[in-house]
């Protein structure tokens, strides 16, 4: 059975921002470095996790939180609800702010955000 978005929320630094109407996750990725020994008869590589990128979450969401361009650049922990999906991160910029109006309609905006570890 498939899980729709309906529900979903963000809450920024404590703060829930809006329903979520898109939310995108990318660019986690691991380094990893060689650790081979050089003294192992094997040939073969051995590797290991060096640092976590947890990427970047962009989100688009709606409803009538304070949202305004003095949101940028501020860090806090952020986290992503509703059904099948639950996201925690304890330190996140906000990076970047949207804002969408139109007559008769919840505001929409886009924030992105880098997360940090």
């Not at 829930?16 to 470095?33: H, P, Q, R």
């Not at 650790?35 to 009538?64: E, H, L, M, N, Q």
């Not at 003095?70 to 099948?84: C, D, E, H, K, Q």
Request: hydrophobic share 40%; no cysteine.
């Amino acid at each position: 059975m498939a899980n729709v978005s309906q529900g979903t929320t963000i809450t920024f630094g404590g703060t829930t921002l809006g329903e979520v109407v898109s939310l995108s996750v990318d660019g986690v990725a691991a380094d990893t470095v060689e650790v081979t020994p050089r003294t192992t008869a094997v040939r073969a590589k051995v590797f290991s996790v060096a640092d976590t990128d947890y990427g970047t979450i962009s989100v688009t969401a709606r409803g009538t939180a304070g949202m305004n361009t003095a949101n940028v650049g501020l860090t806090g922990s952020l986290s992503i609800g509703g059904p099948g999906l639950s996201l925690s991160f304890p330190a996140s910029i906000f990076q970047s702010l949207g804002v969408q109006v139109a007559v008769g309609e919840l505001v929409t905006f886009s924030v992105t955000f880098k997360v940090s570890g």
